[in-house]
C-alpha cells in the first residue's frame, strides 16, 4: 500500500464547476500538506500548504486536512479551462529528515 | 528571478551512453532534489543532498550518480545510460524552513 493514495483521473468538469481533488495517507507523523499543479511539460509549482487541520483559502482555491481521516482535499470553485493540469498532493514526514511524500497526480480538465 | 535551473532541456542518447544533467538554484536552499516523473507513477525520488558534502539515495538510485558540488549546484549523472532511464527529470530545492519545494522546468530524456 502506498503511503499517499491520489486518483490519477482524468476528472473532466464543465467551466465553472466546484472542483474536489482528494488524497488520503496512512502515517500519522505527517505534518506539511501542500497541493503542487503541473501543466503539460512544466515542472509543478506550489499553489498551497497547509499545516494543521482544518480549512485554507487563497482566491478560488481551498485546501482542507482531516488529519484524523488522515484526508486532504483541495477545492476549486469557479473553475476555468487555465486550470486545466495535473495536481499533485505531498506530504512532509518532519520526524524523518524532511521526508518528501508525493501522490501520483490527479489531471483535472476543465471543459469551455 | 531564476529560482532552479536545469539543462539541458531535451536530450535524446544512445543506450551505453553517458550524460549529466546540471542543475542550479538561486535561493540558497541547502536541501536539492533530483526526480524522475514516468505516466502513472508519479514523481520519484532518485537522489537527495540535505546540505552541501552530503548525498543519499532515494527511491530508484540504481543507474544513477550525482555530485553536490557547492550550495548552488546538485547534478546527476547516468553512466550507462538505458531505455528504462527514458523519463523526464525534475530538479528541487527546498526552502529551509521545509514547507515550501522549488521545482526547475524539467529535462526530457530519450534513451534509444
Known amino acids: 500500500q502506498k503511503e499517499v493514495e491520489q486518483d490519477p483521473g482524468p476528472l473532466s468538469v464543465p467551466e465553472g464547476a466546484i472542483v474536489s481533488l482528494n488524497c488520503t495517507y496512512s502515517?500519522?507523523?505527517?505534518?506539511?500538506f501542500m497541493w503542487y499543479r503541473q501543466y503539460s511539460r512544466k515542472g509543478p509549482e506550489l499553489l498551497m500548504y497547509t499545516y494543521s487541520s482544518g480549512n485554507k483559502e487563497d482566491g478560488r482555491f481551498t485546501a482542507q486536512v482531516d488529519k484524523s481521516s488522515k484526508y486532504i482535499s483541495l477545492f476549486i470553485r469557479d473553475s476555468q479551462p487555465s486550470d486545466s493540469a495535473t495536481y499533485l498532493c505531498a506530504m512532509i514526514n518532519m520526524d524523518s529528515n524532511y521526508q518528501l511524500i508525493w501522490g501520483a497526480g490527479t489531471k483535472l480538465i476543465i471543459k469551455p | 528571478n531564476a529560482g532552479v535551473t536545469q539543462t539541458p532541456k531535451f536530450q535524446v542518447l544512445k543506450t551505453g551512453q553517458s550524460m549529466t544533467l546540471q542543475c542550479a538554484q538561486d535561493?540558497?536552499?541547502?536541501?536539492m532534489y533530483w526526480y524522475r516523473q514516468d505516466p502513472g507513477m508519479g514523481l520519484r525520488l532518485i537522489y537527495y543532498s540535505a546540505s552541501e558534502g552530503t548525498t543519499d539515495k532515494g527511491e530508484v538510485p540504481n543507474g544513477y550518480n550525482v555530485s553536490r558540488l557547492n550550495k548552488r549546484e546538485f547534478s546527476l549523472r547516468l553512466e550507462s545510460a538505458a531505455p528504462s532511464q527514458t523519463s523526464v527529470y525534475f530538479c528541487?530545492?527546498?526552502?529551509?524552513?521545509?514547507?515550501?519545494?522549488?521545482f526547475g522546468e524539467g529535462s526530457w530524456l530519450t534513451v534509444v
Open positions: 502515517n500519522s507523523a505527517f505534518q506539511y
Open positions: 535561493m540558497n536552499h541547502n536541501s
Open positions: 528541487a530545492s527546498m526552502r529551509d524552513s521545509g514547507n515550501t519545494i522549488y
